[in-house]
């Protein structure tokens, strides 16, 4: 069982072909250590975070753009004033990978510092 | 006529209640000095964005977030690699007002300096 702090200390691969995508029952497995975090209907590795002022909706932005520059690993961000969803999911396999949950893991051990 | 750079030097006002919302006469007219924005099917007043890194994503963002506090009026924004969309809406008026206008013509003046 992969722990928050064991996937938060992972980095990103470069993973390109549908051996790295991710089946449910891995996902699923991987999303028991992310709080609150689901797979939306659309395939999309999601959570939704809420923010006392816009200021701390913009630096959550830039952190996780931060971390998103740093794995070469991009999320979508939809912002709004005192909310953001984080979308991710990898391209390359064409849906779900490992990667999506070492960004997710990365977000939610940055929040905890 | 209002042009582009009348509608950018204007400011957010408060605006409450339904005698400030827009019909789509007014907003019709006033997307005639704004290129390539349009209203959509759920009323928002709305630019797709693209850029040519994720720096220059981020450094837009930012410097709509900039505005959006300094007029306190705050879009919507949907952020990817390279590409941004932006949504203004009036919550306070229930639909489109002359604020949405005014933050997107700055969006337009800044881009252009």
């Known amino acids: 069982m992969t722990t928050l702090n064991e996937l938060a200390r992972e980095h990103c691969r470069p993973l390109r072909g549908s051996e790295h995508l991710l089946d449910s029952a891995q996902a699923d497995s991987l999303l028991t250590c992310l709080p609150d ?20 909706t913009l630096l959550f932005v830039n952190t996780v753009a931060g971390l998103a520059e740093r794995e070469n690993h991009h999320p979508d961000l939809v912002v709004g004033y005192g909310r953001v969803t984080v979308s991710y999911s990898t391209h390359d396999v064409g849906g779900l990978s490992r990667n999506d949950f070492t960004c997710a893991a990365k977000i939610e051990a940055l929040l905890r510092i």
Chains 1, 2 share one sequence.
């Open 37 to 56: 975090w689901h797979v939306s209907e659309a395939g999309l590795l999601q959570k939704n975070f809420r923010f006392a002022s816009y200021a701390a």
